[in-house]
């Protein structure tokens, strides 16, 4: 197979330009993940009555459903049901002005929030119950303890697993091209589909995302250097 | 004063405290001894609301409480009034000795920062730490973790200082640099109430010692009656196995 050094440079550019995209999907998604993920997690681990059973039941079905398969459910929904909602709320605009991006956001949102919550229920579970009653002894009350003693000892802990799923993400934030938006794998495979070099175009796509994993890799080693300095010989 | 009245508390099927009824004067400094399971740590930490007991009345200072209905609220008010000394120190890992000694401080009483760390400095000093105010738990010795637990604890200035057996997760050596703390503590003329197994620092400190068995209050009385004079046949099989493995260190 020949490998066409000038259709793979077009592909990489080509998928540099949808890499804003990618950003979108990996942290918007992220971000809802990292707050609600959190709050779940806390919900679990301290044992809120009624919702601590729900959450638990919600995110081990949740994670059952691939998320290609949520998404095309997401997809159909909001392609049959969106004019009706927006004439409801009375918003202006019908389907065609709705960027689709936040269909996939949406969708990948739901998927970070329980492996979030997963990594950090995690997190939480190894913190010593010692520190909370040691929190309670001397007058906190149990949200400042939590937020002033659990949750910064949690965060070096969570951190390689939050990575892992980071990854992850970045990764799965592809699929969201079935439902024909334009991210950085679709984005490369554009001039092959003129020049049939989808070889290069995949190649291209790879090495994007291999640059950019590895760069989350590195920042989240700093992180929790940074995070985790009052630990002895953790990392390093 | 401190006082507990009919305190209950069962595990499960365990019944750890059977109605058991504590009386602390100000100043004074209660040893509670005891084996294994007698329920001696379950009643220091019920006092402090760590566990909930099943009933019994509790009264710190001008607050009093039903065991049962307190509220969170009186709860707090309760923690507030007291402080906790543990076992295996639980010291902040997250914070520094001085971070660990403000926090109370800071936090929960709202003190200005500048007089909290003030305060805090002097009790790191008191308790012998004056070079190690930045340093982490993790870069402390138990001993040193445990006397920053002391001065957390102290810094408070609570009504009464609960200690649970303060110097068992210590090795020997360490064990008489942490009692001298305590000691230290019981000349201020603070109200403590101390579980622990070191029965020549209880006859040297204490002005009241409680034996317990079994969840249950068996004999208590000042140290010199309770020693050489046990009333009970219980009491006196603990201490005669106790004192012959008494190891002889000087504190």
Request: glycine share 0%; no cysteine.
């Given at each position: 197979m020949d490998f066409n050094i000038n259709n793979f440079l077009e592909s990489f550019i080509y998928g540099m330009k949808y890499f804003p995209n990618t950003l979108r999907l990996v942290f918007i998604p992220l971000s809802v993940g990292l707050v609600l993920g959190t709050v779940a997690a806390l919900i679990r681990v301290y044992k809120v009555p009624v919702l601590c059973k729900i959450l638990a039941i919600v995110i081990t079905v949740y994670q059952g459903v691939p998320i290609i398969v949520a998404l095309m459910i997401y997809n159909l929904i909001f392609m049959m049901k969106y004019n009706d909602l927006a004439a409801f709320l009375h918003l202006k605009g019908t389907i065609a002005d709705v960027d689709q991006i936040w269909i996939g956001i949406f969708a990948l949102s739901l998927t970070a929030i329980c492996s979030v919550s997963e990594a950090i229920r995690g997190a939480l579970l190894s913190i010593d119950k010692g520190q909370d009653e040691a929190g309670y002894s001397v007058g906190l009350t149990k949200i400042q303890t939590i937020y002033r003693i659990v949750l910064p000892q949690m965060i070096p802990v969570a951190i390689p697993m939050l990575t892992n799923h980071v990854v992850g993400l970045i990764k799965a934030s592809s699929v969201v091209m079935a439902i024909g938006i334009i991210e950085i794998v679709a984005g490369a495979t554009i001039p092959s589909s003129r020049t049939y070099s989808f070889f290069e175009g995949y190649v291209a796509a790879a090495l994007i995302y291999w640059i950019f994993t590895v760069m989350i890799e590195y920042l989240a080693k700093i992180l929790r250097k940074h995070t985790g300095r009052f630990r002895r010989n953790l990392y390093d | 004063m401190i006082e507990v009245k009919h305190v209950k508390k069962v595990f499960g099927k365990l019944e750890?405290?059977?109605d058991v009824s504590v009386e602390v004067k100000d100043g004074e400094v209660v040893v509670i001894l005891g084996p294994s399971g007698s329920g001696k740590t379950t009643l220091l930490r019920c006092i402090n609301f760590l566990e909930n007991a099943d009933s019994g009345e509790l009264t710190v200072g001008d607050i009093q409480v039903d065991f049962k209905k307190a509220s969170k609220k009186e709860i707090l008010a309760i923690r507030r009034k007291t402080s906790f000394v543990f076992q295996n120190y639980?010291?902040?890992?997250?914070?520094t000795a001085i971070e660990n000694v403000m926090e109370g401080l800071v936090t929960a009483r709202r003190i200005p920062k500048e007089i909290a760390q003030k305060r805090a400095k002097e009790a790191l000093n008191w308790v012998g730490l004056s070079d190690k105010y930045d340093y982490y738990p993790s870069q402390l010795s138990g001993g040193q973790q445990q006397r920053v637990g002391i001065a957390r604890a102290f810094?408070?200035?609570?009504e009464v200082i609960l200690f649970d057996?303060?110097?068992?997760?210590?090795?020997p050596e360490l064990v008489g640099e942490t009692l001298e703390i305590i000691k230290k503590v019981a000349e201020k003329g603070i109200t403590m109430i101390v579980v622990t197994h070191e029965m020549s620092f209880a006859q040297e400190v204490a002005d009241k010692v409680i034996f317990m068995d079994g969840g249950v209050v068996v004999e208590e009385g000042p140290p010199e009656e309770i020693f050489?004079?046990?009333?009970e046949e219980r009491t006196k099989q603990f201490l005669s196995r106790i004192i012959s493995l008494e190891p002889t260190y000087s504190i």
């Open positions: - | 750890v405290l059977k639980n010291l902040f890992a997250n914070k810094v408070l200035d609570p057996e303060p110097t068992s997760a210590l090795d050489t004079n046990p009333k």
